[in-house]
């Protein structure tokens, strides 16, 4: 039986916007846990609202297989509507109701209703949401485990090299856990990928190349953190005998976001505070995916921890980008409201060419915002020219 730790950051968010007019709808990568953060959610509210009427269904259970019609559903949870109580409205897995916006939109009109949903992403995109829902919404995007979250299932008490290696390649899909052979875990993470997502895909989108949606996943595992494009995949996959064009790559990749499986990082000019549309980074929702689909090969360790910290400033609410100036690269460009952070992130900094090489790009910007660099020092946090720094697993562990 599967452990369940509290995933405290989702559910504080969740509490925060409790009883807000808003349709709240929770996002993320397939077996990332939306369905347990509703059903955690769901008993905080048993426990701590006094009068509360919970309307839940989850379509992925045959007991509710009769309100797959978007009337059926609206008129199961209007009879069960209840006066003078919070009236709460879950439904899980809520693509398997035909045309369900019309009934959430119907019920949201209705101003009775505290709505939260989920749904397998590759049919609730994000960029459809504001097209499927009339009214106000809130997305709430949802990772896999992230480093302190893996630490807290395996009630680790500190974090040492070997812990870090372990989580690169088991990586944050709390389902392989409970798999004590690595083989098995392995095969949990694979199955993920070809029955879970890749299905969604198929099914959304009829893709009929099934195996270049395989080798472009292949590729971009291959290459997580190296900048990318459309045009740049096609040629390499025509020189390697495919059939393809720069559209139908340009559409896979669009899928594969869509679907939460890689998420799509655009460069931006620091000195003329501008987007670059030439080319992007994409970083893998999960670094498991990449061990059990590819192995061990081209095991670059640098590229993997870039994308380790791309995820954890993900979950962390900032926007990213890939940061260019002048001829220079800095990984990241990090912003929350007024916030901007400048990041390098490295692997091993111990020789002095190394360091001076990933300090450059950051004492090259002139502003005052903090610069930072990330690497695998193993010392406590340290200060170059003004420049923190900091040893990954600190950073990661540090909330």
């Given at each position: 039986m599967m452990k369940i730790i509290e995933r405290s950051t989702y559910l504080k968010r969740l509490i925060r916007l409790q009883g807000t007019p808003d349709i709240k709808i929770i996002t993320g990568l397939r077996r990332s846990g939306k369905s347990e953060l509703l059903r955690s959610y769901m008993q905080w509210l048993r426990k701590n609202v006094k009068s509360l009427n919970i309307i839940y269904i989850d379509f992925a259970d045959l007991k509710y297989e009769g309100l797959k019609s978007y009337k059926s559903l609206y008129d199961y949870i209007e009879e069960a509507y209840q006066t003078e109580t919070l009236n709460v409205v879950m439904v899980d897995e809520v693509q398997f109701c035909k045309q369900f916006e019309l009934a959430i939109n119907s019920l949201y009109n209705s101003r009775k209703y505290d709505i939260y949903l989920t749904g397998s992403n590759a049919f609730l995109l994000s960029s459809d949401l504001s097209t499927l829902f009339t009214g106000r919404f809130i997305e709430i995007p949802i990772f896999p485990f992230s480093l302190s979250e893996?630490?807290?299932?395996?009630?680790?008490?500190?974090?040492?090299?070997?812990?870090?290696?372990?989580?690169?390649?088991?990586?944050?899909?709390?389902?392989?856990?409970?798999?004590?052979?690595?083989?098995?875990?392995?095969?949990?993470?694979?199955?993920?990928?070809?029955?879970?997502?890749k299905r969604d895909l198929l099914d959304k989108y009829g893709i009929k190349e099934e195996a270049l949606l395989d080798s472009l996943t292949d590729y971009l595992m291959?290459?997580?953190?190296?900048?990318?494009?459309?045009?740049?995949?096609?040629?390499?996959?025509?020189?390697?005998?495919?059939?393809?064009?720069?559209?139908?790559?340009?559409?896979?990749?669009?899928?594969?976001?869509?679907?939460?499986?890689?998420?799509?990082?655009?460069?931006?000019?620091?000195?003329?505070?501008?987007?670059?549309?030439?080319?992007?980074?994409?970083?893998?929702?999960?670094?498991?995916?990449?061990?059990?689909?590819?192995?061990?090969?081209?095991?670059?360790?640098?590229?993997?921890?870039?994308?380790?910290?791309?995820?954890?400033?993900?979950?962390?609410?900032?926007?990213?980008?890939?940061?260019?100036?002048?001829?220079?690269?800095?990984?990241?460009?990090?912003?929350?409201?007024?916030?901007?952070?400048?990041?390098?992130?490295?692997?091993?900094?111990?020789?002095?060419?190394?360091?001076?090489?990933?300090?450059?790009?950051?004492?090259?910007?002139?502003?005052?915002?903090?610069?930072?660099?990330?690497?695998?020092?193993?010392?406590?946090?340290?200060?170059?020219?003004?420049?923190?720094?900091?040893?990954?697993?600190?950073?990661?562990?540090?909330?």
């Open positions: 893996y630490c807290t299932y395996y009630d680790f008490k500190r974090t040492d090299t070997q812990i870090l290696q372990n989580y690169l390649v088991e990586g944050g899909l709390a389902g392989a856990y409970i798999y004590r052979d690595k083989e098995d875990q392995v095969s949990y993470i694979k199955d993920v990928y070809q029955s879970v997502i291959d290459n997580v953190s190296n900048l990318t494009s459309a045009s740049k995949i096609s040629t390499f996959f025509k020189q390697n005998g495919y059939e393809t064009n720069h559209i139908t790559i340009g559409n896979y990749l669009k899928y594969l976001c869509s679907a939460y499986m890689f998420y799509k990082v655009k460069r931006y000019d620091i000195r003329g505070k501008k987007y670059l549309e030439t080319s992007d980074k994409y970083y893998l929702s999960d670094l498991g995916f990449r061990y059990a689909i590819l192995g061990s090969r081209n095991m670059d360790y640098g590229r993997a921890y870039e994308n380790l910290v791309a995820l954890e400033l993900m979950r962390r609410g900032y926007d990213i980008y890939v940061g260019k100036l002048y001829q220079k690269e800095i990984d990241f460009v990090a912003m929350k409201q007024s916030e901007k952070i400048y990041i390098q992130v490295s692997d091993n900094i111990s020789e002095q060419i190394t360091l001076a090489r990933e300090l450059a790009p950051l004492k090259s910007i002139k502003d005052s915002y903090p610069k930072i660099l990330i690497a695998n020092t193993g010392h406590e946090e340290y200060d170059i020219d003004g420049i923190k720094i900091l040893n990954l697993s600190d950073w990661m562990l540090k909330a």
